[in-house]
């Protein structure tokens, strides 16, 4: 366990004890991944019952254990308030490699305690603390609110190049394989609105903690929140309407084929007619034994050629 004090000044770690002299300012632990039964003595004392927190613990693991069977690790955000002054919460971060994890922590009014770093570094404690901008516990659960949103803002970004780029190839050449590219995209954005609106949840019900006496860490997130909904908004329908481009595309060259074919089967019809006649067993027939009656037949099939190509051009049925 890793123990820091952050006060509007920057951030201390803590070897033994609180820094003597300090009035502002609260407390974070950093626990293993599985360390939860190292939560501090003093968050445990603030709540009724002694099988809580393994409750909470069996509730995470079976969690994870159902999520793992279906074959997905898609974390569910969540918030749950504990007593009138102990919360937990859940986050749902995605780093660059697409890869999920989640940031679970306890919150009171002067202690912070975090599951496991999960991608959050020293270094990034210390410049938010090194901002002045986290005074409260709540004010860090937020920072990290926004790092998850702007992990979120970054994959819509990255569809979004995705949906361009699929786009100019499906207008110049469609193809099947785009339809299930379509498709991964349409899944991936959906799951991710799932878990933004999961997010939006969690926040706001950080609108019932004490509010941060310096900072405006929570004004921010919410702002970070509606931009962030409105961002997928934005993607989900560019991918919808990259399905019906999709479409679009295929129908028209289903239209050019059709085009093709009843170009080909009108011009061949009349010479049809005529092969047909003169196919035809009967003994008393015109040119049937003329010297030139092959050659009256090719000039005629030819000439009727001719004249539906020219009438057809006419009428730019070819363009």
């Known amino acids: 366990m890793e123990t820091f ?3 509007p000044q920057g951030i201390k770690v803590i070897r033994e004890k609180k820094p003597s002299g300090v009035n502002e300012g609260f407390e974070v632990f950093v626990l293993g991944q599985e360390e939860w039964d190292r939560v501090p003595p003093i968050l445990s004392a603030q709540i009724q019952g002694s099988d809580w927190l393994e409750g909470l613990r069996a509730r995470e693991a079976g969690e994870m254990e159902k999520k793992i069977r279906q074959g997905s690790l898609h974390f569910r955000p969540h918030f749950d308030r504990l007593n009138t002054n102990v919360h937990y919460a859940c986050f749902r971060d995605i780093d660059e490699h697409k890869k999920e994890r989640p940031i679970r922590f306890f919150l009171t009014t002067n202690i912070f305690v975090m599951l496991g770093w999960n991608g959050i ?3 990034h404690l210390t410049e938010w603390a090194q901002c002045g901008t986290l005074t409260t516990p709540l004010d860090l659960a937020c920072a990290l609110g926004l790092r998850v949103l702007r992990h979120h803002q970054k994959q819509f970004e990255l569809m979004e190049d995705q949906v361009d780029i699929l786009e100019e190839k499906i207008l110049f050449s469609p193809m099947p394989r785009q339809l ?7 899944r991936t954005i ?3 609105k799932r878990s933004l609106n999961a997010h939006q949840s969690v926040f706001e ?3 019932n903690i004490q509010k941060s006496q310096y900072g405006d860490l929570q004004g921010e997130l919410i702002l970070e929140m509606t931009q962030a909904s409105l961002s997928i908004h934005q993607t989900h329908e560019m991918i919808e309407s990259l399905r019906e481009a999709y479409q679009a595309a295929v129908d028209n060259r289903a239209n050019e084929i059709m085009k093709v074919l009843t170009l080909v089967a009108t011009i061949i019809l009349p010479i049809t007619l005529l092969t047909g006649f003169f196919g035809m067993n009967f003994e008393y027939m015109p040119f049937l034994h003329h ?4 050659a009256v037949f090719y000039g005629s099939s030819a000439c009727i050629f001719l004249v539906v190509m020219f009438y057809f051009w006419k009428k730019k049925w070819l363009h």
């Open 291 to 294: 010297t030139y009656g092959m």
């Open 121 to 123: 570094t020293l270094e």
């Open 205 to 207: 019900r950080f609108k």
């Open 5 to 7: 004090y952050i006060n």
């Open 180 to 186: 299930k590219h379509i498709i991964a995209l349409h």
């Open 190 to 192: 959906l799951v991710l």
